[in-house]
């Protein structure tokens, strides 16, 4: 069964901290990509990634940075966490390519909180 | 700048009644259109997948329509049962911005046993 998986599903940091947020795909994915969701505000893209050690900004980069040094994995970074970054955060993966979309898959969050 | 919509916000219907979800969104040139649904505190199951040439996708019991001209997607779910409950959303693919998806805000559905 193919998968998107996120390696923690709650994390709690302290302000000031450096958060590593990992996920990897195993379906050989070209696309990766980093959203939060918050209640009423929906799903923002955070970043993205169309190849290896390429990264695109999304709506809502400021306060985050990304790392794709291999194909399946893509790193969420918040270099020094801050409470208004409490959030889920979900990783997405999808084929390559502007006009063969497939659609994307999902990991299963990473609820990340922030005190 | 693409805007996703979905109204309602939250539906409530007991089980065995089938409902439909809508999606709206203001740009009409859309690669696709992919409908997903979120448990609570969980990642998004991707459902059904439309591209823009097409019409309509089926998946069991749930039937997913487009009408690009109308800016128009309404997801169909026949029969639904309790483990239906759920939040379902919408997201459109963007002509021009390399895969990247635009989400509505979702439609909390609950299925009363």
């Known amino acids: 069964d193919v998968k998107v998986t996120q390696s923690s599903r709650y994390l709690v940091k302290r302000t000031g901290e450096k958060v590593f947020l990992e996920c990897v795909q195993d379906m050989d994915h070209e696309n990766m990509f980093w959203y939060r969701q918050d209640p009423g505000l929906g799903l923002r893209l955070i970043y993205f990634s169309y190849d290896v050690k390429m990264k695109e900004k999304g709506d809502i980069p400021e306060g985050y940075s990304v790392s794709r040094e291999k194909k399946e994995r893509f790193s969420l970074i918040l270099e020094s966490a801050s409470t208004n970054q409490t959030s889920m955060y979900l990783c997405?993966?999808?084929?390559?390519?502007?006009?063969?979309?497939?659609?994307?898959?999902f990991g299963s969050g990473t609820r990340l909180t922030v005190v | 700048k693409q805007e996703v919509t979905q109204i309602p916000a939250a539906l409530s219907v007991p089980e065995g009644e089938n409902l439909v979800l809508n999606c709206s969104f203001t740009?009409?040139?859309?690669?696709?259109l992919q409908w997903f649904r979120q448990d609570p505190g969980k990642g998004l199951t991707s459902l059904l997948l439309i591209q823009s040439s097409q019409r309509e996708q089926t998946s069991g019991r749930l039937n997913a329509s487009l009408d690009k001209s109308s800016g128009r997607s309404t997801l169909y779910i026949a029969a639904s049962q309790p483990g239906d409950s759920a939040t379902y959303l919408c997201a459109v693919s963007r002509r021009g911005a390399t895969n990247k998806l635009i989400f509505g805000t979702g439609t909390l559905l609950a299925v009363q046993p």
């Open positions: 997405a993966s999808s084929i390559g390519g502007v006009i063969h979309n497939y659609g994307y898959t």
């Open positions: 740009d009409s040139a859309i690669y696709n």
